[in-house]
């Protein structure tokens, strides 16, 4: 009875593994020469990850409008823009930098962004 017992509490142990939950996106989930977008502060939730040179790429709808931190690790600056293909308000994403919380102004709004060139 006690093996049984026992047995059980170790299933169940191993059960609450399987139901974890995944890890928190985190600022070193950027890569070194990539500029990367977030969609929560502090560098949460890794929406698009690129590296330096690439022209204007629209967000994919899942994650389109939820930009809210930002790391640029290449000595490119970077942009987005609020509407498609590279149109509407823009912020730029300067070199070698990063913010963890961005103006409530551009908070949610990057749909389309690119890595050869700011705003």
């Known amino acids: ?3 049984r017992v026992g047995l059980m509490l170790a299933i169940t142990a191993l ?5 974890a939950a995944p890890a928190a996106a985190s600022e070193s989930e950027c890569l070194s020469n990539r500029v990367c977008l977030f969609g929560n502060n ?3 939730w890794l929406l698009s ?3 330096a040179g690439y022209g204007n790429y629209n967000l994919i709808s899942s994650v389109n409008d939820k930009m809210d931190s930002w790391i640029n690790r290449t000595g490119t600056n970077a942009a987005g823009y609020s509407n ?3 149109s509407g308000d823009c912020q730029t994403f300067h070199s070698n930098s990063k913010d963890n919380n961005v ?3 551009n ?4 749909s389309s962004w690119k890595t050869n060139g700011g705003c």
Not at 107 to 110: A, F, G, P
């Open 49 to 51: 990850m690129r590296g």
């Open 42 to 44: 502090d560098f949460d």
């Open 103 to 105: 103006n409530f102004a």
């Open 107 to 110: 908070s949610d709004e990057v």
């Open 15 to 19: 059960s609450g593994l399987a139901w």
């Open 84 to 86: 498609a293909n590279g």
């Open 1 to 3: 009875m006690k093996v």
